[in-house]
Each structure stands twice: as structure tokens, then as C-alpha cells.
């Protein structure tokens, strides 16, 4: 095993935490939305998933920071970017229901092919 691949394996697994992140906030946020609380104990039980993806998507960045001591940017950022984009679209239609377009589609497409494009060195 290249002394390289356990770094990029670390960082493809903490954007996927990451894009998975993004998902539970935007559900969370979307059903606190719909709440009304009046105290701070009963924002904080409403907002619970909400603050879970806020959390995990600031250990992710941790993570991301921790990556880049031993991958180069140019590896570094396309897999931190596009995975969780493409998570976070992937997710918002299949689980929150968003709706998707043929644009949408293909700029995910254009960031996977990047991704692919520039992965390799």
C-alpha cells in the first residue's frame, strides 16, 4: 500500500461525511423551519439534526485541514469539493425529494468527470 493511499482514503471518507452532512442539515433545518419554540431548550431539541450535520460538517473540514499536511491541493481539493456536492444533490432527490433538472444532471456530471480529470497525476 502506497504511503499516499490511506491520506486519500481518510479524505474520501471524510467527504462523504461531509456531503452526507449537508443532507441532514438541510433536513434538519427544513423541519425545524416548520416549529415554533419558545425557549432555547426547545430550539436546541428542534434543531437537534440540524446542529448533528453542523458538527460533523465542521469535523470534516478538521479532517479535510488534517489531509492536506500529506496530500497536494490538487488532489486534495477536487475530491473535498465534488464529493460532497455530488452527495448533497444525489441525496437531496432521492431522500428530501428536491426536484432535479437536466442542467443539474449535467454540471454534476462536468464535477465527477473533473474530479476523475484530475485525479490523475
Do not use: C, D
Not at 452526507?20 to 415554533?36: E, F, N, P, Y
Not at 432555547?40 to 450535520?53: A, H, P
Amino acid at each position: 500500500m502506497n504511503s499516499i493511499s490511506g491520506p486519500i482514503l481518510f479524505l474520501i471518507s471524510i467527504s462523504i461525511m461531509t456531503g452526507l452532512a449537508q443532507i441532514v442539515m438541510r433536513w434538519g433545518g427544513k423541519s425545524a423551519a416548520l416549529q415554533t419554540t419558545h425557549s432555547f431548550l426547545e430550539w436546541l431539541w428542534v434543531s437537534r439534526w440540524w446542529l448533528t450535520g453542523l458538527m460533523a460538517s465542521w469535523i470534516g473540514g478538521l479532517g479535510y485541514a488534517w489531509s492536506l499536511r500529506r496530500i497536494n491541493l490538487n488532489l486534495a481539493v477536487p475530491i473535498y469539493s465534488g464529493i460532497p456536492y455530488l452527495l448533497s444533490v444525489l441525496g437531496g432527490f432521492i431522500l428530501l425529494r428536491e426536484s432535479l433538472n437536466g442542467i443539474q444532471i449535467a454540471g454534476a456530471m462536468v464535477i465527477l468527470v473533473g474530479m476523475i480529470m484530475l485525479s490523475f497525476h
